[in-house]
């Protein structure tokens, strides 16, 4: 059976170990980016089950890589799942808008970290 495997792209060294560490405890595959253009690249060489996509990003924003990725033809079906550490309804809202499944607030709880992640894969992915 193939492991389930996710892209985090996030440009905080500690919540990238952190979300990695839980992730690979759980026997998910992960891959790394610390920016949306390396996150893009590494979406079409991999084409990861779920992106977790810090919308507070160097260069490109993680809500406009998000768009970027739901309008490419090889990367549209992938879910993203929004990492931020704005929760208010509008941001969410805005997340949703450009094309995230939902969204995990930061500081990451990690107790309820990777049920959320696999709430997500078990709804979004085949």
Not at 40 to 56: G, Y
Not at 62 to 69: C, E, P, S
Not at 105 to 114: E, G, Q, S
Request: with cysteine; proline share 4%.
């Amino acid at each position: 059976m193939k492991k389930t495997t996710i892209l985090v792209i996030e440009d905080n060294e500690f919540n990238l170990i952190l979300v990695r560490d839980l992730l690979q405890l759980e026997d998910f595959t992960v891959v790394e980016a610390y920016d949306a253009e390396a996150g893009i690249r590494k979406a079409r060489e991999t084409k990861p089950d779920l992106i977790l996509m810090d919308i507070q990003l160097p260069g490109m924003d993680g809500l406009a890589a998000t768009r970027f990725i739901k309008k490419d033809p090889d990367l549209k079906e992938i879910p993203v799942v929004a990492l931020t550490a704005y929760a208010m309804e509008r941001d969410k809202k805005e997340a949703i808008a450009a094309g995230c499944i939902g969204f995990i607030a930061k500081p990451i709880d990690t107790r309820n970290f990777v049920n959320a992640v696999s709430k997500f894969i078990a709804d979004y992915t085949l």
